[in-house]
């Protein structure tokens, strides 16, 4: 078993993790009618996305020059972490959209 392979993948896993629980603070603020606080905790989740996306993209750039990778259970698990992570993030986004709209018609 690869150590740097599980390394890049507990990585990958904490990261979207974390993206995904701001997200979801994300949604709570955005019922609660307070996009400013939306926003900063769906910026704050990009970081944490962009720190997973970088663990995943060493590992392509080793895979490109040659190195050979041996695909474990675990690192499927964090790249679907991660891009589950990542597609809820453009629902939030989306979503924001219509909170926003709706608000608006309330008024």
């Known amino acids: 078993m690869d150590e740097n392979l599980q390394?890049?993948?507990f990585d990958i896993i904490l990261h979207s993790g974390s993206?995904?629980?701001m997200v979801h603070e994300a949604f709570k603020f955005m019922r609660?009618?307070?996009?400013?606080m939306a926003d900063a905790?769906?910026?704050d989740a990009n970081q944490e996305?962009?720190?997973a996306h970088k663990s995943q993209t060493q590992l392509l750039q080793d895979y490109a020059k040659g190195k050979k990778i041996e695909m474990e259970i675990i690192m499927i698990h964090a790249q679907d972490h991660l891009m589950t992570t990542m597609t809820l993030r453009e629902v939030a986004i989306e979503m924001e959209h219509l909170y926003r709209r709706n608000e608006g018609a309330l008024i």
Do not use: C
């Open 7 to 9: 390394v890049v993948a």
């Open 19 to 21: 993206a995904r629980a």
């Open 32 to 36: 609660e009618g307070n996009f400013e």
């Open 41 to 43: 905790k769906l910026a």
């Open 49 to 51: 996305l962009l720190k």
